[in-house]
């Protein structure tokens, strides 16, 4: 777990935001929140949200059986009759009392720990504490319940515009799609579908209100829910190569890939000494994610041990036919790469380790 549990901005930031960071990193632990003045507990394993002896409450399930309308007054007591007769749990009442066959039973118990979630998506949270866990998780009632399926329908049920704040980015900054994983790994809705393909090029919160066909209302909604899966953010500070010269000669692009590469050697060192060997293949797939948007004579770049990428084609061959344009588009691609492998970073490592490395970033290459 990064410092980003106990900043303030932990302590600020909207619900879903705080569910996107659990899941994103694969914590196992349990979320202690002040909700309206009303203690809650959510627990999790390895980024999912699960239903256990620590989080889970019976007087608040039978209140979610009652206020849903899959009991009565009259059940439930009968239920509480049962329960001080044998000393036993309301579940097993629940279960003795044929109010509920078990598999019906376990049903209901997923749609309560899904709507105790849900329910904490609109307004603020007066307190909140994470605490991690290192052993196994209590008795468990309900595993592995998908965090990105609670975002899409936290994002779809939000009615209050205010509440979206924290996520969707203030004033003139960008967003943008990232290449962090398959939109196809999410069940999108035709909407968010049709949002993230808004993103392409990048647009202010504004610009993309106003180009949308949905209206204002439901494309923030799905830029909300876009936003907390990765699939968009805001462009944030961008680890660039180098200002665009005015010079573009074949010596300032031998020098600017020089410079390209010492930044991604540079990245690699800093992934591979926070997680060792895999760092190889997690900046490979960072490569491989926006490969197919770069310019071709980058599509076919070998990633080197080190961390440094070797370009296959002739670049100075490829830059005296086609000129300053091509160079641009070369520049272009060099910067999408580095955005790729520092949000890499930010998945697997979480926000302080990016900006640590972004502020890195910046001086490879400065002369002292």
Known sequence: MDD?????????????????????????GSLYIKADGVPKCL?????SLVLDSVSFEEKDFLRFLL???????????????????TDGSSLRALVETSLFEPERLWTLLESYAREEALSLFAGRDAGREFH???GPPG??????IDIPGLLLEGARRMKDSADMDGVLPAGGEVIRRLPSCSPDAFPLSHTEKYALGLLDPAKTLAEICSA????????????????????????????????????????????????FNAKCAFVFKYVSKEIGPVAFSLIGKALDEVRGRLDPAFQGAELKPDGRLELKSLLKVNANIVGDECRRSMLRSMDEILIAEVLIVKRTLGPAHESALVRSLEKVGEVP
Do not use: N
């Open 67 to 85: 206020t849903t309308g899959e009991t009565d007054l009259i059940a439930l007591t009968r239920v509480e009759e049962q329960v001080q007769k």
């Open 212 to 259: 949308s066909d949905v209206g204002e209302t439901e494309t923030r909604r799905a830029l909300f829910a876009l936003l907390c899966l990765g699939l968009a953010g805001t462009a944030g500070p961008k680890p660039k190569t180098a200002k665009l010269p005015a010079d573009l000669s074949l010596a300032g692009m031998d020098r600017l890939l020089g410079l």
């Open 43 to 47: 627990s999790f394993e390895r980024g």
């Open 132 to 134: 991690t866990r290192s």
């Open 4 to 28: 980003w549990f106990v900043s303030d901005e932990f302590a600020r930031a909207p619900f879903a935001r705080v569910l996107a960071e659990i899941w994103r990193q694969g914590l196992s």
């Open 139 to 144: 008795r468990v009632y309900i595993d592995a």
